[in-house]
C-alpha cells in the first residue's frame, strides 16, 4: 500500500495561482510513476498530468497545457501541480495517484494507489 496525502488546495480568483503538494513514503517515492487527476461535482473524474520517474517525462491534459506544471522532488517525496491563470472552470477536487514500479505512465494508466483528495474552488 503506498500513503499518499495531498495538500494546498483552496480558494482562488480567475487568473490566479494555486499549488499542490503530494507527499508520499519516502522510500518508494523515487519509484513511483505519479499524477494528478481531478473531478467536478456530476462528472467524471478525468486526468490532468502526470510524471514518469527517471527523466521525469511528462503529459497533460489540452485544457490545462501552458497553465499547469506537473514536477516532482525525490529528495522531498513530494509531488506538485502548480496551477496558474485558474478558470472557473478547474474549479474540482483534485487528486493525487501513483503507480510502484517505475518506468513510464501516461494519461490513461490505471493508477492503484490515491489520496483523499484537496479541494480547489476559482471564482469568477
Known amino acids: 500500500q503506498v500513503q499518499l496525502v495531498e495538500s494546498g488546495g483552496g480558494s482562488a480568483q480567475a487568473g490566479g495561482s494555486l499549488r499542490l503538494s503530494c507527499v508520499a513514503e519516502k522510500n518508494l517515492f523515487s519509484t513511483l510513476c505519479m499524477g494528478w487527476f481531478r473531478q467536478a461535482p456530476g462528472k467524471e473524474r478525468e486526468a490532468v498530468a502526470v510524471?514518469?520517474?527517471?527523466?521525469?517525462?511528462?503529459y497533460y491534459a489540452d485544457f490545462v497545457k501552458g497553465r499547469f506544471t506537473i514536477s516532482r522532488d525525490n529528495a522531498k517525496n513530494t509531488l506538485y501541480l502548480q496551477m496558474n491563470s485558474l478558470k472557473p472552470e478547474d474549479t474540482a477536487m483534485y487528486y493525487c495517484?501513483?503507480?510502484?514500479?517505475?518506468?513510464?505512465?501516461?494519461?490513461?494508466?490505471?493508477?492503484?494507489?490515491w489520496g483523499q483528495g484537496t479541494q480547489v474552488t476559482v471564482s469568477s
Open positions: 510524471i514518469s520517474t527517471g527523466i521525469s517525462l511528462r
Open positions: 495517484a501513483a503507480i510502484r514500479g517505475g518506468g513510464y505512465c501516461f494519461l490513461g494508466t490505471d493508477f492503484p494507489y
